[in-house]
């Protein structure tokens, strides 16, 4: 069957650039778009399993003030009361007072420290969680939003992010609690003793509070840029690290060190800026508490002048004006990591909006029984177009009709959009328009479960997970016995290096003497896929390390794991094309050429030409 592109479609040639990836895409500024209230509704979502224990332990932060509290009113009662009935030879009073600040500190210690393991195990169970959601979040996200998010990001997320939080759990409540606590407290004193002095000291938080507004208004925005530069410095990290053979054979290591050292200091510039807005902060309000308090001295020393106030109460007055003021500082401490936490909450809320491209399905179909004794399944493109989300249409729109246990090679030159269609095709991406049909249904309509059953992509850099070599073959098939793994990696010709590993199939591939080649880990990942038994197989060049004299060995393992389904196989070699029931030429995002092999040989088109030179450079 030929494909014939539909009327309108768009005009072959190269993919128009996409959309410049400036400071318009959230992916470059690193604040995903979040609904509003999410990081706050995330916060709620984290403690909701604790209410109980938070509230305990604010009630038990609660007593513990108030143990703190009760000093200096039974250092009043002492002197007021205890020391005359001394001095009258009654010793009861004093000995109350010992006794009741022995037991305030006992009590203060011991509610402190069930306070500290109750909120640390609070803290550490919501930092658990929380992590475990972004790593649940990130694994479900598609391929398109990990190509642009970057791992570097991820990690920052889940590692700084995470511990902003943990510093406003840990700490910050604590701070706010103890604040709100003794302002509260301190104020009703100056009330009871002079409510005149009270009121004043009320009315200075005013310009207090506009204080502590503009602080948080510009605090958000420097904590996020914060969250951004570390995250910045992460990304070039992973990045160097992950390409650290092209970066030292290519010695980009000076270059790479001005810019990583330019990231750096970046994020110092920035951890600069949020310490200069604390200690704006912290010198606005002491200025405020230092002109409040000389105010209400000047003032109440007229009216001591007058007659209207006690000398006694002013001076009280001014040692718990000072005390009322203190705090500020610790209220700044907790702005601080709550800001923090904040901007880092913003993020991680943004992160976990994102929804996968390729979402399960709402309402999932079933795949129909596969008639009896027929191999594989049968894929249709129905009017396909695509375009990756940063780029312009890579495949105009096109029909394709596999049949089932066909084996179909793709070739064409580099960048014609063959993986591209098959990553359409292992529902990497859904297409832009159009539909992809497994056996008549729509792959969007496949529960993932079922869809990553039945078709099975291979590729160039078929990747190994940390664990044993058995372990990465049964990696389809978790439940398969040792005796099948043996039998697939028998079938594909991978058995005899396998058991020459020091540990045999037990070796650990990421432990010394358990590395193997890159062709040994194709054939890994052919009796991986062999194993997983897909009705439809995608191999993406995933022969090209698989050395020249090896060739008939390949060719085994390719007979091996083709036979009994549909395959798709982007070719790179004139072996693998020739055992191909049929050859797609692709150019420029178009299918060009569909036919036998011999069929197109004849027709002396691309494909004529492309063998030609592969025999010749065979020899
Ligand atoms: N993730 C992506 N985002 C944006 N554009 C992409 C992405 N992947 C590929 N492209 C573009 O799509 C076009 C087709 O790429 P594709 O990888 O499908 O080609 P190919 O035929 O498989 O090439 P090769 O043989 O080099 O692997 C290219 O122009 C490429 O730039």
Not at 35 to 40: V, Y
Request: net charge positive; with cysteine.
């Amino acid at each position: 069957m030929t494909t014939a592109p539909a009327p309108g479609a768009v005009p072959a040639g190269p993919p128009a650039p996409g959309p410049p990836a400036g400071d318009g895409d959230a992916f470059t500024r690193d604040v995903l778009p979040a609904p509003p209230g999410a990081s706050r509704r995330l916060l709620r979502s984290l403690l909701a399993p604790h209410t109980r224990w938070v509230t305990v332990s604010a009630v038990m932060l609660l007593l513990q003030q108030a143990a703190v509290q009760a000093g200096p009113l039974l250092v009043a009662f002492a002197l007021d009361r205890a020391v005359p009935a001394l001095r009258a030879g009654d010793h009861g009073p004093l000995i109350t007072v010992a006794v009741g600040a022995a037991l305030c500190a006992v009590v203060s210690g011991g509610l402190k420290y069930l306070f500290i393991r109750r909120s640390a195990r609070i803290s550490q169970d919501v930092l658990l969680d929380l992590r475990g959601r972004i790593f649940r979040h990130a694994q479900a996200l598609s391929l398109d939003f990990h190509e642009r998010y970057t791992s570097g990001r991820l990690i920052s997320r889940a590692t700084t992010d995470v511990e902003a939080l943990r510093e406003l759990l840990d700490e910050g409540l604590e701070e706010l609690i103890s604040f709100v606590l003794s302002s509260v407290s301190i104020t009703v004193m100056l009330l009871y003793l002079d409510w005149r002095t009270g009121i004043a000291a009320l009315a200075s938080t005013g310009p207090l509070a506009l204080l502590i507004r503009s602080y948080q208004r510009r605090s958000i925005r420097v904590f996020s840029s914060k969250s951004s530069a570390v995250a910045a410095v992460i990304v070039k990290f992973t990045e160097t690290v992950n390409g650290i053979r092209p970066v030292q054979a290519f010695r980009r290591e000076r270059p790479n060190d001005a810019a990583f050292a330019a990231l750096n200091r970046t994020h110092e510039a920035v951890n600069g800026d949020t310490l200069l807005e604390m200690a704006r902060y912290v010198v606005g309000s002491r200025l405020v508490a230092n002109f409040a308090v000389a105010a209400i001295v000047l003032w109440s020393a007229y009216r001591v002048a007058t007659g209207t106030l006690e000398l006694g109460v002013l001076a009280a007055a001014v040692l718990y004006l000072r005390r009322l003021y203190d705090p500020i500082d610790r209220l700044g401490m907790f702005l601080n990591s709550y800001q923090g936490a904040a901007a880092s909450l913003e993020k991680i809320a943004g992160l976990l909006a994102q929804r996968p491209s390729v979402p399960e399905p709402s309402a999932p179909a079933a795949l129909p029984a596969a008639p009896e004794g027929r191999p594989g399944r049968e894929v249709v493109f129905e009017e396909v177009r695509f375009a990756y989300r940063t780029g312009g249409e890579v495949l105009p729109r096109f029909g394709l009709r596999l049949a089932a246990g066909e084996t179909v090679a793709v070739v064409g030159s580099t960048g014609a959009g063959k993986s591209t269609l098959a990553k359409l095709l292992a529902r990497f991406y859904d297409p832009t328009a159009g539909r992809v049909l497994l056996d008549g249904v729509d792959l969007r309509e496949l529960p993932s479960a079922e869809l990553r059953r039945s078709v099975v992509m291979v590729t160039q850099e078929a990747f190994l997970f940390s664990g044993t070599v058995a372990e990465n073959i049964a990696l389809g098939r978790p439940d398969a016995t040792r005796a099948e793994i043996e039998d697939a990696a028998r079938a594909i010709g991978a058995h005899d290096f396998i058991a020459a590993l020091p540990d045999g199939y037990d070796t650990d591939v990421r432990k010394r003497g358990g590395r193997i080649s890159a062709g040994q880990r194709q054939l890994v990942g052919f009796a991986r896929a062999l194993l997983a038994d897909p009705a439809v197989l995608i191999l993406d060049e995933a022969t090209s390390s698989l050395d020249i004299p090896g060739e008939r060995a390949v060719q085994r393992a390719m007979d091996t794991v083709l036979r009994g389904r549909t395959a798709v196989v982007i070719a790179h070699r004139l072996s693998t094309v020739e055992i191909a029931d049929r050859v797609l030429v692709m150019a420029g995002g178009r299918i060009v050429e569909d036919g036998t092999p011999a069929e197109l040989i004849s027709d002396r088109g691309r494909f004529a030409e492309l063998h030609q030179a592969w025999r010749e450079s065979v020899g």
